[in-house]
C-alpha cells in the first residue's frame, strides 16, 4: 500500500468518534452504558454498514490472531485441524486445550518454558481452582506462540528472541497483517502475551477478517474450515465465541479491550471496539451490525444474542439484562440509507 494517510492522520477512537452501543438496564433502569464503533464490510472490503469513527485506530489484540496464524502457516508451521485452531486462539486453558498445546511443542522438539508468553491461571474455572501456580500453558496465548515456534524452527530461525519486533518472524508477521488489512503499519505496541500488536483501522481489521473468511484465499480458507470444525478450541466449551461459531456457522473472536470480530463465510465480516474496553456488549452489539447489514438470518441471530446477552442479578435473580442501544439501532438505520443511495 503506498500513499498512507497514516503519516497525517493516524487517531485513536474517541468518545467523539463514537456511538452509543448497549445498554445495561437493572430493574427497568438504566444502569450503565457502552460506547464505541463497528463497521461491516463485504469481501471486497468496502464498508456497507457502519456506527462511529471507523476510521480511527485501535489495537486489534487477539482479533489479530487470525493473520499471525496465516503467517505462521507460510513460514511452514504445518499445523491443521485442532493445531491450527489452536494457533489462532485465545483459549480456555482447559486440560483438552492444553493437551494440543503440549502436541504442537513435541512435534517441532520445544518444551512449555520454551513459550514466551507470561504465566496465567486458565480462564475455564473449574481448572483454575485445580492448579497451585499459573503456568505458560494455560496461558490463552500458549497456541499462538507455539505456532510461533514452530515458525522459527520450520525456517531455520533463532528461537531465544522470537518476539522482538526485528526478529524475522515478526517482520513476516507485520508483512502479513498489513496485506490483510490493506493498511501501512507504523507503530509497534507489545501486547498483553508480550509478543509486537499492530494497530489498525476498525475498517481496516474488518477487511483483513472478511478476506480470511471469503473463501477466495487459501490459507484464510483453511483457517476458516478449521475454526468451524473445531468451535471449542477457538474459545471454550459453553463460551461466548465457541457458542457464536456452534450456533450459527460464523467465525467469532474476541481481543481484549472490548474488541470483536465475526466472519461470515463467503459474505463480509464485522469489526467492533468498545471504547471503555469491556468485553461484555462485542458479541450482541456485533451480531446486531451483521443481522442489519442482512449477512446472517435475523431469527437465529436474535435466539444466539439473547443466549449470549449478559444478565443483571439481583439477589441471584435475574432483573435486567444488557441491551442493544436503540441510539445505535438509529445510527444503523441511518448508515444503511446511505450506503443504498450511494
Request: proline letters at 5%.
Amino acid at each position: 500500500m503506498t500513499g498512507s494517510s497514516f503519516d497525517r492522520d493516524r487517531h485513536p477512537l474517541s468518545v467523539e468518534g463514537s456511538v452509543e452501543l448497549a445498554v445495561v438496564r437493572r430493574s427497568g433502569f438504566d444502569e450503565s452504558r457502552h460506547i464505541g464503533a463497528g463497521v461491516v464490510v463485504d469481501l471486497d472490503g468496502t464498508p456497507v454498514l457502519h456506527a462511529g469513527d471507523i476510521d480511527a485506530s485501535i489495537y486489534p489484540r487477539s482479533t489479530m490472531k487470525p493473520f499471525q496464524a496465516i503467517a505462521t502457516m507460510r513460514l511452514g508451521a504445518g499445523f491443521h485441524g485442532l493445531e491450527l485452531v489452536l494457533s489462532t486462539a485465545s483459549h480456555a486453558g482447559t486440560p483438552a486445550h492444553q493437551q494440543v498445546v503440549r502436541t504442537m511443542l513435541d512435534r517441532f522438539g520445544f518444551a512449555e518454558d520454551d513459550l514466551g508468553c507470561p504465566t496465567d491461571f486458565p480462564f475455564d474455572r473449574a481448572t483454575a481452582r485445580v492448579m497451585s501456580e499459573p503456568r505458560r500453558l494455560t496461558m490463552n496465548c500458549s497456541g499462538k506462540h507455539a505456532a510461533m515456534l514452530a515458525a522459527c524452527a520450520a525456517q531455520g530461525w533463532p528461537t531465544d528472541n522470537y518476539l522482538d519486533t526485528q526478529h524475522p518472524l515478526q517482520v513476516a508477521i507485520r508483512a502479513t497483517v498489513s496485506e490483510y488489512t490493506g493498511e501501512e503499519i507504523d507503530t509497534v505496541g507489545v501486547d498483553g502475551c508480550g509478543a509486537p500488536v499492530f494497530p489498525t483501522t476498525l475498517r481496516g481489521l474488518a477487511r483483513g477478517i472478511a478476506r480470511v473468511v471469503s473463501g477466495a484465499d487459501p490459507d484464510g480458507a483453511a483457517l476458516t474450515a478449521a475454526i468451524l470444525e473445531h468451535a471449542w478450541a477457538i474459545d471454550g466449551p459453553g463460551r461466548a465465541n465457541t457458542r457464536t461459531i456452534e450456533r450459527l456457522g460464523i467465525v467469532a473472536k474476541l481481543g481484549a479491550e472490548g474488541v470483536m470480530v465475526m466472519g461470515v463465510p463467503g459474505r463480509g465480516a464485522v469489526a467492533v471496539k468498545v471504547l471503555d474496553g469491556g468485553g461484555r456488549a462485542g458479541s450482541i452489539v456485533a451480531l446486531r451490525l451483521l443481522t442489519v447489514a442482512g449477512m446472517i438470518d435475523e431469527e437465529a441471530a436474535a435466539a444466539a444474542a439473547d443466549e449470549l446477552r449478559e444478565r443483571t442479578l439481583g439477589g441471584g435473580v435475574p432483573v435486567g439484562a444488557i441491551e442493544v442501544s436503540e441510539q445505535l439501532d438509529g445510527a444503523l438505520e441511518r448508515s444503511r440509507a446511505h450506503h443504498v443511495t450511494r
